[in-house]
């Protein structure tokens, strides 16, 4: 009888939950899918984020932001306009300049990074995967209410795949159970068909979907993200992820000092490997120079920040947990730090990408076929 009030608790949870949050987990679902292979997409679609390999050093930052002030400040109202970072991304890609115009727009520059020469200029919120990774994130409502929707919705999701999970379990494990739990079956009716369509895709998917709530969640809810922390951690607290500051009251700076650090850090970090380098300059009297390096493409959990003061080139602590190498970062901080990696399925490389995309097509379809099956048994009760 216990057990009984369990599993009708449980299925009460299951279903509910599922109605709630099934529009949501269905867009977030799909738009994740899409967003999966931007990378190879826009290599496809977009030919000058690449130029010809040529036996010759980089530009400096400091001359690539030299180069595009023709193309930066070119109106009166550009006189408010901010050069953020230079982005090398390995010998044969464009060099990307970002800078924030009046319009709080920010812009990309294409540039080639041997000659400076500008390749293409894009609003860097106003193409395709921008518009679908807004839908992931907030469903294209305006942020504050957006991210918490997706965030609860998320969240119930990942009870109604812990409850799935047990109305899952079968009563007895024999080879026949396992064969009716696991497979599903050819010659069946519609509604015996989209029920195992559901129960059993449901269960294939469920690792990756627990997965995909619990990293997702890390973004949506600071205290969520504290918790995981605090538990990868052994009871930890996490850094915050914050820009250096600069120590403003030397203001007798001379000259600046962007090539002498370019000099010093290009002897630390390989530049025409894979991966991506970024330089960026303070925008302010109290902003810092900084640079972050990633040696993977398309993984994010190696990722480095670090911070130098703009007016004595001092090293700054800065960039939270990711403001230490991976190598030297505390088990609980590499686990963390792979948040997104295994979000995406990155952690495996390609082949993890693919899987991850299918699992969550698969994950799209659960709530369509459990609304089915709901409303197919009102009608039957009806009848």
Same mark, same amino acid.
């Given at each position: 009888?216990?057990?009984n ?6 299925h ?6 599922g109605?709630v949050s099934?529009?949501v ?16 997409i ?9 130029? #010809? +390999?040529?036996?010759k ?19 009166? #109202?550009?006189?408010s !306009? ?14 990307i ?15 080639? +990074?041997?000659?400076?020469?500008v390749?293409h200029?894009q !609003?860097r919120r ?9 839908g ?7 942020? +504050? ?8 919705s998320?969240?119930l ?12 379990? +079968? ?19 519609? !509604? ?6 559901h ?7 469920l ?23 605090g ?19 030397q203001t ?5 000092? #962007? ?12 530049? !025409? ?6 330089f960026m ?17 398309n ?22 947990i ?6 030297? #970062? ?10 997104y ?8 490389g ?7 995309f ?10 369509i076929?459990?609304f ?5 048994k ?6």
């Amino acid at each position: 009888m216990k057990n009984n009030i369990i599993k009708r608790s449980f299925h009460w949870l299951h279903l509910w939950l599922g109605l709630v949050s099934g529009i949501v987990v269905c867009i977030v679902s799909i738009t994740g899918c899409i967003y999966a292979f931007k990378p190879e997409i826009t290599d496809w679609l977009e030919p000058y984020r690449f130029v #010809a +390999p040529i036996n010759k050093p980089f530009l400096s930052p400091l001359e690539l932001r030299n180069k595009v002030v023709s193309t930066t400040f070119t109106a009166k #109202a550009d006189s408010s !306009n901010v050069i953020y970072d230079v982005t090398y991304n390995g010998k044969e890609r464009a060099a990307i300049v970002t800078y924030g115009n009046a319009h709080k727009k920010e812009i990309e520059l294409m540039i080639n +990074p041997y000659d400076g020469k500008v390749l293409h200029k894009q !609003n860097r919120r106003d193409d395709f995967f921008s518009f679908i990774l807004r839908g992931h994130r907030s469903l294209w409502l305006p942020k +504050p209410i957006g991210h918490y929707v997706v965030g609860w919705s998320i969240f119930l999701f990942f009870i109604v795949s812990l409850t799935g999970l047990f109305l899952w379990i +079968p009563k007895k494990w024999n080879k026949k159970t396992l064969k009716s739990i696991l497979t599903i079956k050819q010659h069946s009716g519609v !509604n015996k068909k989209i029920y195992d369509l559901h129960k059993v895709l449901g269960f294939y998917t469920l690792l990756f979907a627990l997965c995909v709530c619990i990293t997702g969640l890390t973004w949506s809810f600071d205290w969520f993200s504290k918790a995981y922390y605090g538990l990868l951690s052994g009871g930890g607290k996490i850094e915050k992820w914050e820009v250096a500051t600069s120590d403003s009251t030397q203001t007798n700076k001379t000259k600046d000092l #962007a090539d002498v650090l370019w000099n010093k850090v290009i002897k630390e970090y390989p530049l !025409n490997g894979k991966g991506s380098f970024t330089f960026m300059f303070p925008i302010d009297k109290s902003g810092s120079f900084g640079i972050a390096y990633n040696p993977e493409e398309n993984s994010y959990r190696k990722r480095e920040y670090r911070f130098f003061d703009q007016y004595s080139l001092k090293e700054l602590k800065g960039g939270g947990i990711y403001g230490t190498p991976y190598r030297s #970062a505390p088990i609980g901080d590499k686990i963390y730090r792979m948040n997104y990696d295994i979000h995406s399925g990155a952690i495996a490389g390609l082949p993890g990408r693919i899987l991850m995309f299918f699992a969550c097509f698969i994950i799209a379809t659960l709530p369509i076929t459990g609304f089915i099956i709901w409303k197919r048994k009102r009608i039957v009760k009806k009848k």
